[in-house]
């Protein structure tokens, strides 16, 4: 058996992504509720989860993210700094 501090989060595609993300901010709400006194900050992580799974599985693919955010062989569009300035915008619009 596995190191428990280390859990096995297996996907193989953009949907088992989002929903593995949606499954963590699931768990999230769920200790908070019971366990971690309703705290705004571990239900906002939560969302921010969630969210983090809707904007990988439609934006991946895109090829307007792609020029935007490169890859291994070519930079993209975008400088590091405004690739996460991006990716928090869109992490944070409202879905």
């Known amino acids: 058996m596995g190191d428990p501090a280390e859990p096995s989060l297996e996907f193989k595609s953009k ?16 200790l908070n509720r019971v366990a971690m006194g309703e ?7 939560a969302e ?5 799974g809707r904007v990988f599985e439609s934006d991946y693919a895109s090829p307007e993210t792609q020029a935007a955010f490169g ?3 070519s930079a993209g569009t975008l400088t590091k700094a405004e690739r996460r300035a991006h990716l ?6 409202d879905a």
């Open 39 to 45: 705290s705004g900050f571990s239900w906002e992580v």
């Open 71 to 73: 890859n291994g062989y």
């Open 48 to 52: 921010m989860l969630k969210q983090l």
């Open 88 to 93: 928090i915008k869109r992490l944070t619009d």
């Open 15 to 30: 949907e088992e992504f989002r929903a593995t993300c949606h499954a963590l901010a699931s768990r999230m709400h769920y």
